[in-house]
């Protein structure tokens, strides 16, 4: 007995042994990849010595004889830090993500290489200006040398993540930086779900009623619209009713670019001009929003350039400052919502199905065939076709398939879609821009995907709409709003307007712009700009706020960037609640009587804020969340499911009775008629009864903060089961989906599992005083790393979560002084 003892004790030591060994081995490979950001590399490529002096936070501060150099150095920095996302990234544009991740992604590169952007980007490399060029050819020239080092320093493959998926790494093209910004008009565009939910809607419930549901412009003549069905009379209505929906593309895939209209994007921009101001400066305040992960789509930098310092948020990949500023200007975008997509239906010769109807008659497809590799499998082999009004999309993609007649294809017309993209031209243009008026030069070379440039300097401030504005006939059957008949000439885009015809707004009496995703003027078709917003209240509160003080400071434009009251819920609370509030005697305690009467004592006192620490926002996300799904199923059928989150409009309209709205709380189903107060009281005991199996009964005990969880997470690791732990970032955080400081939920149809995560948001926050341009703050969701094992990994998160920023200086004494290190890079002999 002893003998074995002492066996099994020497088997389990020399086990505890190897464990560590072998973690200590993996440990050591895997911190091989994070750099060294205080050491001198000699390297072809450079011709001056150029320093990347790091800060506390590992902020690259780039100081370069001359620009190429500058760009040199950040294509450096970028694949330091970030070159497995970079790669991804490059890999989503090109249509090759399944090579390494097998048939999870094989849809999402179907799709990307139907729209076919990374030949288009190929191709609008030679349409850049002269300057983009040199700096998109020393970018590239600066990725490949830390990826040679890499490679000759045996430098850990250069991630973490390629241990786990080998393979080469391609060597960095210009065309790779164009495609990566062609692949944020994917993210940030939704017409296409749009119009295929107005289409279905229509033909579900009538004109009339899907406005009710819809962000439309009423001013518009709406009501002239065509009856969905009408234009193609071929089509089963029950096509339309019973096909489920399926909003972008794979749902729940993290590597996917393509997002419901509701992650189609959001953002925040205002500014003040000097008379607004306490200071006498100019002041603006900018906090984009995109999906979350880890690490942040966004990169802090500063670059010295021949036209002097700039500084703010990079995407990697990218060699430009996307928003930031410089000693002169500062300048920030928001979403313009611009409807730059149509769908068309193309008609198909039934005699030759290579063919579809133009205006004159049958036309050929341009096609060709595409290979796609994927990971342990046979290759996959899908034919491209293109149409005269774009590529040709199956209808397994955005519902498609439930508006689509037989006999026919849906093609796809947008800005994006173009060989001659000059956006990165425009995005250096900016970046070197000296004044407001230089800025919105600059702006006339974007293309997609349209934003609102918010630009301020010394003097003056200003909004201009960038992105070419499709020109569509004044009889166009649909007015982009649906899927219209490929041949119609009516239809088709005739060009674009010309840059003249975009909104612009600049230094106006008020002293004050602000754009939060909403509509910004009112223009009738077909300068209209958009049928379809993303914000209806937000705006609201952001006027409030600028109303409460005469003059505003950095402080002040802080507190609005950071607020976390919801301004649909002080509206929305009094209507709905109007007739449950205090009635009654007290329940018995313990009923769910008693629950509601507590849950709405609670709201009857709330503020509004979506505080994380608090109940009441957690019972009226549930509570109208409940709602909105009981007021629309029973007419909508599985098509309710496109609706994955509450619209504060609809309920409004609906608990208002306008334009006879009331008629949804009415069960069609059943024999008798429920009022909108019925279906609010079962909608809140339903809410309840849901929290309370996810959180316990004590209402007092529930936390939105935890529902309302900030979702970092790495989009390949992060599914992992132990791998989880380390690389996903999950923070407690406030604010909501019509909060200032937003914070998108997950959604989803009622059932879906964790519907109130905090998946979409400000990634980057900046706000720039222009009468102490060094007091302006900037702020990342992670970190600058890329890597788990490096500090940086999310030591910038811990600040955002608590809504605090950091400097970043264009003095360079400064910018070099403290810091974790300098980097030098000298030329190679």
């Known amino acids: 007995m002893l003998t074995l003892f002492r066996w099994l004790l020497r088997i389990a030591t020399a086990l505890v042994v190897l464990t560590v060994v072998i973690v200590v081995g993996v440990y050591y490979f895997l911190s091989r990849s994070v750099p060294d950001y205080d050491t001198t590399w000699r390297l072809r490529g450079v011709s001056e010595t150029v320093e990347i002096a790091r800060n506390t936070w590992a902020v690259p501060h780039i100081f370069a004889q001359n620009d190429a150099d500058a760009f040199y150095a950040l294509g450096f920095a970028h694949a330091q830090d970030r070159l497995w996302q970079m790669t991804v990234l490059r890999r989503t544009a090109q249509g090759r993500l399944s090579e390494l991740f097998g048939d999870r992604t094989i849809r999402t590169d179907e799709l990307m290489r139907r729209l076919d952007l990374y030949t288009l980007a190929q191709e609008s490399v030679a349409a850049q200006d002269d300057d983009t060029a040199m700096a998109l050819d020393a970018y590239a020239r600066g990725v490949n040398a830390w990826i040679n080092l890499v490679n000759d320093r045996a430098l850990g493959r250069g991630a973490p993540e390629y241990f786990l998926f080998p393979g080469e790494i391609g060597l960095w093209q210009p065309a790779d930086s164009v495609a990566i910004l062609k692949l944020m008009a994917v993210q940030l565009s939704g017409h296409i779900e749009s119009e295929v939910r107005h289409a279905r809607l229509s033909a579900l419930i009538g004109e009339e009623r899907t406005r009710d549901l819809m962000h439309e412009d009423d001013s518009a003549g709406v009501a002239a619209m065509p009856d969905f069905a009408s234009l193609f009379p071929t089509l089963d209505p029950t096509q339309l009713a019973m096909a489920p929906s399926v909003p972008g593309e794979a749902p729940g895939e993290a590597l996917s670019p393509f997002r419901s209209w509701d992650f189609a994007g959001a953002s925040n921009a205002w500014a003040a001009g000097r008379l607004r101001s306490a200071n006498g400066g100019t002041l603006l305040a900018n906090d984009p929003h995109l999906p979350f992960a880890a690490p942040s789509i966004w990169y802090l930098a500063r670059l010295e350039l021949s036209t002097g310092g700039v500084t703010g948020g990079t995407i990697p990949g990218i060699p430009a400052i996307i928003a930031g500023r410089s000693s002169n200007i500062a300048w920030g975008l928001t979403t313009a919502y611009l409807d730059d997509q149509d769908l068309f239906l193309e008609e198909l010769n039934p005699d030759n199905p290579e063919e579809y109807r133009g205006p004159d008659g049958w036309e050929s497809f341009e096609t060709r065939r595409s290979i796609i590799y994927v990971a342990d499998q046979d290759p996959v082999t899908i034919t491209l076709r293109w149409s005269a009004n774009g590529p040709i999309l199956p209808g397994r993609h955005y519902s498609l398939a439930s508006v689509t007649p037989p006999g026919h294809v849906a093609a796809l017309s947008w800005t994006a879609l173009t060989g ?6 425009a995005a250096i243009g900016m970046m070197r821009a000296q004044s407001v008026d230089a800025a919105i030069a600059a702006g006339e070379s974007y293309v997609a995907p349209a934003q609102n440039l918010m630009v301020i300097d010394g003097e003056h401030i200003a909004l201009q709409m960038i992105g070419r504005m499709p020109r569509r006939s004044e009889d166009h059957p649909t007015r982009g709003q649906m899927p219209a008949p490929g041949s119609d000439p009516n239809a088709r885009w005739d060009g674009y307007f010309p840059y003249s015809a975009n909104p612009r707004f600049v230094d106006p009496e008020t002293g004050l712009i602000g754009n939060t995703n909403n509509k910004p003027l009112d223009r009738p078709f077909p300068l209209h700009v958009s ?19 005469t003059v505003h400071t950095r402080e002040s434009f802080i507190e609005a960037q950071l607020d976390t009251v919801s301004q649909a819920a002080r509206t929305l609370l009094p209507l709905v609640g109007a007739e449950l509030w205090f009635q009654g005697d007290p329940a018995p305690e313990g009923t769910p009587e008693a629950q509601r009467q507590l849950a709405l004592q609670l709201l009857a006192d709330w503020n509004g804020e979506m505080s994380e620490h608090l109940p009441e926002p957690l019972i009226y996300a549930a509570w109208m969340r409940e709602l909105q799904f009981r007021l629309i199923r029973d007419e909508l059928g599985p098509t309710a499911d496109m609706f994955e989150h509450m619209e504060p409009a609809f309920i409004s309209r609906v608990f208002r009775n306008e334009n006879g709205a009331g008629i949804w709380c009415d069960v069609v189903q059943s024999a008798v008629e429920e ?42 690791l992060g599914e992992v089961p132990i791998l989880r732990l380390f690389v996903n970032i999950r923070q407690s955080t406030s604010g909501g989906d019509n909060t200032l400081m937003r914070g998108l939920t997950r959604g989803g149809p009622p059932g879906a599992p964790d519907p109130f995560l905090n998946v979409h948001g400000a990634g980057y926050r900046g706000v720039y005083d222009m009468a102490d341009p060094e007091a302006s703050v900037f702020i990342i969701s992670t970190g600058e790393s890329g890597h788990p094992l490096s500090r940086h990994y999310d030591d910038l998160g811990v600040l955002w979560r608590r809504g605090e920023y950091i400097p970043m200086t264009l003095d360079p004494d400064l910018a070099r002084a403290g810091g974790v290190g300098t980097t030098r890079l000298e030329p190679a002999p």
Do not use: K, N
Request: charged content about 25%.
């Open 420 to 425: 001659d993209d000059t956006t990165m031209s």
């Open 531 to 549: 049928y379809d917003w993303g914000d209806t209240v937000r705006i609201q509160r952001w006027i409030r706020l600028m109303r409460q003080r």
């Open 675 to 716: 009022s909108c107060v019925d279906i609010a009281r079962t909608a809140l005991d339903a809410a309840l009864l849901e929290l309370s199996g996810q959180y316990g009964p004590a209402i007092e005990s529930w936390r939105w903060g935890d529902a309302h969880q900030a979702t970092h997470d790495h989009p390949v």
